[in-house]
T-cell receptor
Framework: GQQVMQIPQYQHVQEGEDFTTYCNSS?????IQWYKQRPGGHPVFLIQ?????EVKKQKRLTFQFGEAKKNSSLHITATQTTDVGTYFC???????????FGQGTTLQVKP | ETGVTQTPRHLVMGMTNKKSLKCEQH?????MYWYKQSAKKPLELMFV???????ENNSVPSRFSPECPNSSHLFLHLHTLQPEDSALYLC??????????FGPGTRLTVL
């Protein structure tokens, strides 16, 4: 069935270092969404990417959608302790509204 | 607060019990979802409802029975669960194809 592969599963960084998580699909995606889940919390929507090669920025976060619309990345510049959590990408291609989530990347930031 | 509420927040039940989880949203969304989140499989879609009609059942065992009486309310009825069903159950809602708003979840423990 449909699968979205996300790597790495875990990442530990020193505060101030950069962080990137990658999302890959074997099929072309119509759109991809990114969510963040803080420890003990619930997923919160960050952004949706729709266009081939699209790049969007939110402060220190940069989101990219591949030219072939089969991969995406989230890059955080100069991590802070507030960035701690699990970042999920999700395939939003279904016409029923369902999302297929990647396994998530859990980010730990050492102060 | 995302506008999606879930009750109860915590639930402990025996394998022979029957209980129900409730989800409510007043965001004017037409789609509602149940997800299961456990350590082994981070975010598994269970059911999707669009305009009160079930449009996805992701091969969920019959001991989980969803009910959607209207576009604002979603229930998950539980009976004869197994210990491996212990997990965080998340409800979400959206306008068709858009970002999903998650509730805080119900932490379920099956003894």
């Amino acid at each position: 069935g449909q699968q979205v592969m996300q790597i790495p599963q875990y990442q530990h960084v020193q505060e101030g270092e950069d962080f990137t998580t990658y999302c890959n699909s074997s099929t072309t995606l119509s759109n991809i969404q990114w969510y963040k889940q803080r420890p003990g919390g619930h997923p919160v929507f960050l952004i949706q990417l729709v266009k081939s090669g699209e790049v969007k920025k939110q402060k220190r976060l940069t989101f990219q959608f591949g030219e072939a619309k089969k991969n995406s990345s989230l890059h955080i510049t100069a991590t802070q302790t507030t960035d701690v959590g699990t970042y999920f990408c999700a395939d939003g291609s279904s016409n029923t509204g369902k999302l297929i989530f990647g396994q998530g990347t859990t980010l730990q930031v050492k102060p | 607060e995302t506008g999606v509420t879930q009750t109860p927040r915590h639930l402990v039940m025996g394998m022979t019990n029957k209980k129900s989880l409730k989800c409510e949203q007043h965001l004017g969304h037409n789609a509602m979802y149940w997800y299961k989140q456990s350590a082994k499989k981070p975010l598994e879609l269970m059911f999707v409802y669009n305009f009160k009609e079930q449009t996805e059942n992701n091969s969920v065992p019959s001991r989980f029975s969803p009910e959607c009486p209207n576009s604002s309310h979603l229930f998950l009825h539980l009976h004869t669960l197994q210990p491996e069903d212990s997990a965080l159950y998340l409800c979400a809602s959206s306008l068709a194809g858009g970002e999903q708003f998650f509730g805080p979840g119900t932490r379920l423990t099956v003894l």
